[in-house]
């Protein structure tokens, strides 16, 4: 059988377990795909052996039946999970070498379940960037590309090699972190679903911390249906994380039954942003048809502090990333500057440092402990943190009025060129995650879909936001946004 | 709020990240911008509203404080730049 690479992670569970296929031949069908996809920058570190050693162990484990879902599926694992004895660098130079003696909870869960880890995905260094291009190894690039044109577009970011290796079916699935919309932008710009759970849903443990109020792992899929099924392995109850939560993890696929009858789905008022492209406009328009199509009551809300929640990201995440970051000092692991003759302590720090981060980390580092130094922490944190508490009050009001999901875009816009922000203030990439942070912010689960392709021919996605702790409604709701939109588009190869 | 040179200059030192001379005066440019675009914060009515602490809302759990992990010296030492005799290696501290 050919083509084993593209099959979903669904269909492939389906055929290993009907004896149709094994588990080594849709590993080597990958890792042969990966081998010609370098021009993508999408894997880092390979790990052929460790593969096909996985692979092997279960298939043994499928023949004797019972299986869990995700035995035998080949993902690719994003830099910033600790893979025990292999490279983890959160795509940055001042973790070169770096080679963790522990296995984060996350990929332990895949592993424990059969999972094949082909290997790590490029990402922006520490999560920190919208289009993979802060990466220590290079861009990741798109396989998509406008229509009649070659430039080399972004995959979005932070998981960027993440979105670009499953659009461009070099593995089933991947997994993804998200701090401000990390899964879902590069998901919806690379036209294959991402979901962000719950805050506390995924445990963080092992996890390279960006900013620990804001980030979770979740899966990057070429389907709803595939979400649920690795998500529900990647989440658990850790007695390492403390703020994991010790809720029972339900049967996500089972939530998709296609029915959404009855469901109030939520237009907000502030997310028609000015000049927001007409393409966008007409596919959120769109979408919000496909699902009161469904059955759906469509209701008009508001969520008032929106326009608040980009500026109160960018001082609680760098205010924590500065903290988090604060362990990279060229003592424990990772890169060391060489020292003159006469450099003490505080030397070594701060030449390790500037040589180890890149501009964009260190720039947010620096303003991290700006907005958290003495005179400034309450005029600059504790002012965020309270516009925190008013975005989820926000989504606690229309929840409570009875809305079950929000329906938004995903972007403002389709995939740009790489290169093409370099010159702009950092500000302007900031807004690629205009609409998808207010979810970080207030915690919730939100999911990417895409819907539909642009006049470039590049995808567009739209986002849906549930309620707290309801994945496997959240999944439904999208699985019928899918099933609606049908889309069925795949990039061109050219790599 | 404006950050000048000198503010750059000492929030790089805060931050342990050596930033040349010649590069602080772009730094602080760069904060500037930034900085301006969380200004929009002021616009908001923040009055007897709770900073957030945790975005969900849980207890931390507790455990029995016993020793639960240790004696992996030679995991925790594997990826240091510097370890000598069991320990980390750094540049002279104490005179």
Known sequence: MSDLNKLTLADARDKMRAGEVTSVELTEACLSEIEGASALGAFVHNTPEIALEQAKAADVRIQAGNAPDMCGIPLGIKDLFCTKGVASQAASAILEGFKPEYESTVTQNLWDAGSVMLGKLNMDEFAMGSSNETSTYGNAVNPWRRTGDDTALTPGGSSGGSASAVAADLCLAATGTDTGGSIRQPAAFTGITGIKPTYGRVSRWGVVAFASSLDQAGPMTKTVRDSAIMLETMCSHDAKDSTSVDFAVPNFEAALTGDIRGKKIGIPKEYHMDGMPAEIEKLWADGTAMLKDAGAEIVDISLPHTKYALPAYYVIAPAEASSNLARYDGVRYGHRASLGKGDGITEMYEKTRAEGFGPEVQRRVMIGTYVLSAGFYDAYYNRARRVRTLIKKDFEDVFAAGVDAILTPATPSSAFGLGEMKDADPVKMYLNDVFTVTVNLAGLPGITVPTGLDAQGLPLGLQLIGRPWEEGDLLNSAYVLEQAAGFASKPAKWW | ?95
């Open chain 2, 1 to 95: 709020m404006s950050i000048d040179k000198d503010t750059a200059a000492r929030v790089a030192k805060l931050a342990r990240i050596r930033v040349e001379e010649d590069a602080l005066p772009a730094l602080a440019e760069e904060f500037n911008a930034i900085l301006g675009f969380i200004e929009e914060l002021n616009e908001v009515d923040v009055d007897g509203v709770e900073p957030m602490t945790s975005v969900t809302p849980m207890r931390l759990k507790r455990r029995v404080d016993e020793i639960t992990d240790g004696d992996q010296q030679d995991k925790v030492l594997k990826n240091a730049p510097d370890a000598r005799e069991g320990f980390f290696a750094v540049p002279k501290v104490v005179e």
